[in-house]
């Protein structure tokens, strides 16, 4: 009896044991419970942004499948970073943060090589965007990525960018000469200016608006989305759509928090990651018509550029292009299908 008795208390210390290694994971009929855990996700825009908004969507999908075991608070407006999206990328590499969501430009602080997919008129639509990032492209970025610390887990559309300005619209080259515009940082919007002759200011996009508001700027580039949810339709007059160059949110995480979840965590977050993406990249697409047609409405002269009224801005940052071309190396043209 007392040895029976010892040998059920060993098979209980096993037991509680186990559970304890796997996060408390068990198999069941409903597929199984995942672990108790908060993780923590940063995103730069405002709540109403649509990186705000995948954000938002995944919490909601990772709280429902799995039971409300897994909750990820997500804290806009880099909140956790006092508004700074580099220290907000500092964090998640240093794992001061488990999850983020962040522009390709804003991620491109860690390696410049990130900025390859923003290279002017790269893509001509967003189906071509998806279909070069889910492959050869998502690929590239999860190397890159992987050699800062940090799981490369999705993209979705931050927008092709556009540009608003207080004093005119934009229809020629000649039109962008001597504008002071707003751009995140990275050569590529910086240089793409230059080539205009415009005065390029590389600023914090949550000191934008009231840079345009006190007139330090003229205006700002960005998608449709960006422009509406942070309001600079508000104080702008002029927007030209020109479709100039294509940016996403990559959607990552840290590494060694990420790797220390158990593999059924794991694999559940890959793939709500994946979803919501998704699911930011159809919203963003409809809500960009209905964008413009706000805009217009609201007494905001929208110019659209036709092909040929383009070619005389691509004419001028093709050597540009040629030179980030070179800088970024085969590999990352190739990976982007850039010719």
């Not at 000469?177 to 919007?189: A, D, Q, S």
Request: with cysteine; charged share 25%.
């Amino acid at each position: 009896m007392q040895r029976n008795a010892l040998v059920l208390l060993l098979i209980l210390s096993l037991s509680l044991l186990t559970a304890g290694c796997g996060g408390g994971q068990q198999a069941g009929s409903s597929g199984g419970e995942y672990q108790k855990i908060k993780l923590v996700m940063t995103v730069n825009g405002t709540n109403i942004a649509t990186d705000a908004k995948i954000a938002a969507k995944f919490a909601e999908m990772v709280k429902e499948e799995t039971k409300g075991n897994v909750v990820i608070d997500v804290f806009p407006n880099d909140q956790l970073a006092g508004g700074n999206a580099t220290k907000g990328i500092e964090m998640i590499a240093d794992g001061a943060v488990d999850l983020a969501l962040y522009a390709s430009s804003t991620m491109s602080v860690l390696d410049e090589h990130l900025l390859v997919g923003t290279i002017p008129w790269a893509f001509d639509n967003y189906q071509e965007a998806r279909q070069v990032i889910d492959t050869t492209g998502g690929d590239y970025y999860a190397k890159l990525l992987k050699a800062q610390g940090i799981t490369y887990l999705g993209s979705a559309h931050n927008g092709f960018r556009q540009i608003t300005n207080s004093k005119h619209a934009v229809k020629t080259p000649d039109d962008v000469k001597g504008l002071k515009i707003r751009v995140p940082g990275g050569e590529v919007y910086i240089n793409f200016f230059k080539c205009f002759d415009a005065d390029p200011v590389a600023m914090s996009w949550s000191e934008a608006f009231t840079a345009i508001q006190q007139g330090t700027i003229d205006g700002q580039e960005n998608g449709f989305s960006v422009t509406n949810s942070a309001k600079v339709d508000e104080i702008q007059k002029y927007m030209t759509v020109w479709n100039y160059t294509y940016e996403n949110y990559l959607f990552v995480a840290n590494s060694q928090i990420f790797n220390n979840l158990d593999p059924k965590t794991q694999e559940m977050i890959r793939r709500n990651a994946k979803e919501a993406c998704e699911w930011g990249r159809d919203m963003l697409e409809e809500d960009e018509k209905e964008i413009k047609n706000k805009f217009v409405n609201e007494g905001i002269e929208v110019t659209e550029l036709d092909e040929e009224q383009l070619k005389p801005f691509q004419e001028k940052v093709q050597p540009l292009v040629e030179v980030l071309k070179k800088k970024y190396g085969p590999e990352a043209c190739e990976a982007f299908q850039i010719r």
